[in-house]
């Protein structure tokens, strides 16, 4: 069964401490992808992952880094994070312009 | 930079009646443009492909695209309950990166 999966599901962090959002797919998919989702901003690209260890900066990389060290794992890491980084996070894979496949998101509250 | 603009933000239609969607583009070169489904605080799923002018069927769900307009949009035939979400319209860019509009969030009152 093809899919992307997301741990955790919810994330509850203070102000300051650092959160690691993970995400595995299993179709050897080469291009995977961090998003966050706000109201009245909709999907906004953090970052893209060509492959392992071939990281781009989206269209919102401030706050946060990423690390690809195995093909079906890419992660999101926020040192320090800040209360603006309360968001749903999505991640996403996809293999040459097919389309994507979505995990279902990880809600962080960060207070 | 592609821009991706939805319009209504909101839409409320009764179970049967067609619901219209819209959404415009600012770059006409792309040729990659999907409607995705998002129900509640859950992940995406995607709905219609289109790459070229005209129309894509895919079940109840149908495309209309319009580069020369800048223009996509998605008609729900039949819309039921259970299709009240959020639709996001989605660009690829020549960079092949994904642009997604801000969504509609439909409602359908049985």
Redesign the interface.
């Known amino acids: 069964d093809m899919k ?1 999966t997301q741990m955790p599901r919810y994330l509850i962090k203070r102000m300051g401490e650092n959160v690691l959002l993970e995400c595995g797919q299993d179709m050897s998919h080469e291009t995977m ?1 961090w ?1 966050r989702q706000d109201p ?4 906004q ?1 953090i970052y ?1 992952s060509y492959d392992v260890d071939s990281n781009s900066e ?1 269209d919102i990389p401030k706050g946060y880094r990423v690390s690809r060290k195995k093909r079906e794992h890419f992660s999101l890491i926020l040192d320090s994070a800040k209360t603006n980084q309360t968001s ?1 996070y ?1 991640c996403a894979s996809s293999q040459g ?1 097919s ?2 496949t ?4 990880t ?1 962080l509250l960060v207070i | 930079q592609q821009k991706v603009q939805q319009s209504p933000e909101s839409l409320t239609v009764s179970e049967g009646a067609m619901a219209s969607l819209n959404c415009t583009f600012s770059d006409g070169t792309s040729n990659n443009f999907r409607w995705y489904r998002q129900h509640s605080a859950k992940g995406l799923e995607v709905l219609v492909s289109i790459f070229s002018d005209g129309e894509k069927e895919e079940g109840r769900f149908t495309a209309h695209l319009n580069r020369a307009n800048l223009h996509v949009s998605l008609h729900i035939r039949e819309p039921q309950p259970s299709d009240s979400a959020v639709y996001l319209c989605a660009v690829r860019t020549n960079t092949n990166k994904v642009v997604f509009g801000t969504g509609t969030r439909l409602q359908v009152l049985p």
């Open positions: 992307v992808y998003y009245g901003l909709g999907l690209l893209i989206g749903v999505f312009y389309d994507y979505f995990g279902s998101g809600r």
